[in-house]
């Protein structure tokens, strides 16, 4: 894989026509393009099985596209800088259950060299952002899956990274602690000025959440359109009840049963 | 009191009785056991020579217990010892394999040809090439090490895949893999199978002492009572038995708290459960 020239205007990534294959033959992406402009919530949004996962593995560099080009920004371009930048959240909680809230939270820290002691003020930070203050010395099984969920962000979060992935972080969550975390997420993005780009197949979570909705076309998984949606941030629990709202989430149905129907045309 | 509270005491209430039955019946089995061998030798006027009676062995135990302190002391030392070798072994030795598999796949077959070859059949061999003590010791790790392994390797591949990525994405060296991921995750496979290694190294100690008994030897327990049984002196094997018994219960239950301790504040073995 080639790593050519860096991103048009000052996108912090841009994949250029990525495919990848597995080894047992199957083809998770061909031809997908992705440009992520800084302080973006892009969602990308397919039905299962359409590689928007596998996409963003790819961009944290834990699978290699087999085709393509993914460019980073320049300053972000060294490949051992990349942990500094990148947060990822994993469709489950993925705590280490031996340890505990403050411990899990630290590991990226501890990682990097830094010592819990002087990791210690950031870990706190980002669990009190989190609402996990009083939850540092807590065991992960002690927690519900929303606060195991809330620990991985603040983990994800405490490195400062300037990209945050997120791989269906919400999909095993129900739906009052869903609504809860969509919102405490997005008060979070704002005031932290994140990039993230998030994994979902459902509409409503991604209108909700984003700025731009890339839908996906599975088996191979390709961008089969986007959509801006423009309403304005914050956004509450007003909107999830507004006309736009309504407005939006059909359009972006259509879209997702138009790649569902592309996929199957296949 | 309302009647929906009625059955939540009751299960309470349950839950006592069944512990507390947990330590009375198993207690009471002893006693109506030793009451009946009692019975048994008196009722029969059983010569000690072909079955002496639990007095007469306590007695033994008693009378005796200049010799078999010494012997058990001598067997317990080789079992902490095999023990100890077995965890180092067994442990180093499966994290060597995680670490370089062509390691693993040229000696993990000898392993197991080590583990399936009875040890009776290779102590006398043992006893040939080496001196008595390191025989004993030998076949005692022998036994005992195959376990640790097996369970070490079974924990350390058992990781959460999406544990290993995060480390990965974060740039987690292979040392930091190991002790901050794999072992620790790893842990309960490794006691679970210390516990079994404890029991185990106490049998090989004992397979050994008995095949070098002949050769005349030895001072342990296993050897005590092959000693007392060619001189006929049934109450001292019993006495002898029943402190090798109670070694076995003693190092299966330090080794079950020392996992308790361990594994208490997160892992479903340990923790107690909220009704």
Redesign the interface.
């Known amino acids: 894989m080639e790593r050519a020239r860096p991103p048009s205007g000052n996108a912090i990534v841009a994949l250029r026509g990525v495919g990848k294959t597995f080894g047992s033959g199957v083809v998770a992406l061909d031809g997908f393009d992705l440009t992520v402009q800084p302080g973006e919530f892009v969602t990308l949004l397919g039905p299962s099985g359409c590689g928007k996962s596998t996409a963003l593995?790819i961009v944290?560099?834990?699978t290699d596209a087999t085709a393509g080009t993914v460019d980073w920004r320049q300053a972000d371009a060294v490949a051992?800088d990349r942990?500094r930048h990148?947060g990822?959240v994993?469709?489950?909680p993925?705590l280490?259950?031996?340890?505990t809230v403050a411990a899990n939270v630290s590991?990226?820290l501890?990682?990097?060299g830094v010592d819990t002691v002087a990791a210690a003020p950031a870990v706190g930070a980002m669990l009190a952002r989190v609402g996990l203050a009083e939850f540092a010395n807590t065991?992960?099984?002690e927690l519900s899956g929303g606060m195991k969920m809330r620990t991985s962000i603040a983990r994800a979060l405490v490195?400062e990274p300037k990209l945050l992935l997120m791989d269906e972080p919400f999909a095993a969550l129900d739906e009052i602690t869903r609504f809860k975390l969509n919102h405490d997420l997005l008060s979070l993005w704002r005031s932290l000025g994140k990039t993230v780009v998030f994994v979902t197949h459902s509409v409503f979570e991604s209108v909700y959440l984003s700025s731009r909705i890339v839908v996906m076309t599975p088996r191979p998984g390709r961008v089969l359109t986007e959509l801006a949606i423009d309403a304005p941030y914050p956004r509450d629990a007003r909107f999830r009840t507004s006309a736009d709202y309504a407005g939006y989430c059909r359009l972006v149905s259509d879209a997702l049963a138009d790649a569902v129907q592309a996929g199957e045309g296949r | 009191m309302s009647e929906s509270r009625q059955p939540a005491s009751n299960l309470l209430d349950r839950e006592r009785t069944d512990r507390i039955l947990r330590i009375v019946l198993p207690i009471a089995v002893l006693a109506l056991g030793v009451v009946l061998w009692d019975l048994v030798v008196r009722l029969y006027s059983i010569p000690p020579f072909v079955l002496p009676g639990p007095g007469l062995v306590f007695a033994t135990l008693f009378s005796d217990w200049a010799v078999l302190s010494d012997s058990l002391l001598v067997t317990l030392s080789t079992t902490l010892q095999g023990f100890l070798m077995a965890l180092i072994g067994g442990v180093g030795l499966a994290v060597l394999f995680n670490q370089w598999r062509l390691l693993e796949y040229s000696l993990y077959p000898y392993a197991v040809i080590l583990q399936v070859t009875p040890v009776v059949a290779i102590a006398p061999l043992l006893l040939i090439y080496l001196p008595q003590q390191a025989a004993v010791l030998a076949c005692a790790w022998i036994v005992a090490f195959f376990p640790v392994l097996a369970n070490t390797t079974l924990g350390l591949n058992s990781v959460d895949r999406n544990l290993t990525d995060l480390f990965r994405l974060y740039g987690a060296s292979r040392t930091q893999v190991l002790w901050r991921l794999k072992l620790p995750a790893a842990l309960p496979y490794i006691l679970g199978g210390l516990k079994i290694a404890g029991g185990l190294s106490l049998i090989g100690a004992v397979v050994a002492e008995i095949a070098a008994g002949s050769a005349g030897a030895g001072s342990g327990l296993a050897y005590r009572i092959a000693e007392s049984g060619y001189r006929l002196n049934i109450p001292r094997m019993f006495a002898a038995l029943l402190l090798l018994s109670l070694a076995g219960v003693v190092i299966f239950f330090a080794l079950s708290a020392l996992s308790y301790l361990l594994l208490r504040k997160w892992h479903e073995s340990a923790v107690a459960r909220d009704r």
């Open positions: 593995r944290a560099g834990l051992a942990a990148i990822f994993f469709q489950e993925t280490m259950p031996w340890a590991l990226p501890n990682l990097r065991y992960p099984r490195t």
